[in-house]
């Protein structure tokens, strides 16, 4: 797989899923931590949307690491690339 096929939309993810995955990929090389209600805001959607959206992303296998990390005023997510 080349690089630039790496960093392709997955064909398997809906719209919502493709803009978190791209959103992080282009902000956790200066960033470690996000959280629901931000990348939401973000990218129009709710932290409920983001919530429910980014645990495929865990569960799928993509160049970023994703790990629920606190639940505070919104779930923060750990995200390494």
Same mark, same amino acid.
């Given at each position: ?7 392709? &939309? =997955?064909?398997?993810?809906?719209? %919502?899923?493709?803009? +978190?995955? @791209?959103? /992080?990929?282009?902000? &956790? =090389?200066?960033?470690?931590?996000? %959280?629901?209600?931000? +990348?939401? @805001?973000? /990218?129009?959607?709710? &932290? ?34």
């Amino acid at each position: 797989m080349s690089s630039a096929s790496a960093s392709a &939309a =997955a064909p398997d993810l809906t719209s %919502k899923q493709q803009r +978190i995955l @791209q959103y /992080l990929r282009e902000n &956790a =090389a200066t960033k470690t931590y996000f %959280k629901s209600r931000l +990348i939401g @805001q973000e /990218l129009g959607m709710t &932290a409920k949307e983001v919530g429910s959206n980014i645990t495929a992303l865990q569960e799928g296998d993509y160049d970023v690491e994703i790990e629920k990390w606190g639940y505070s005023s919104s779930t923060t997510w750990k995200v390494n690339l």
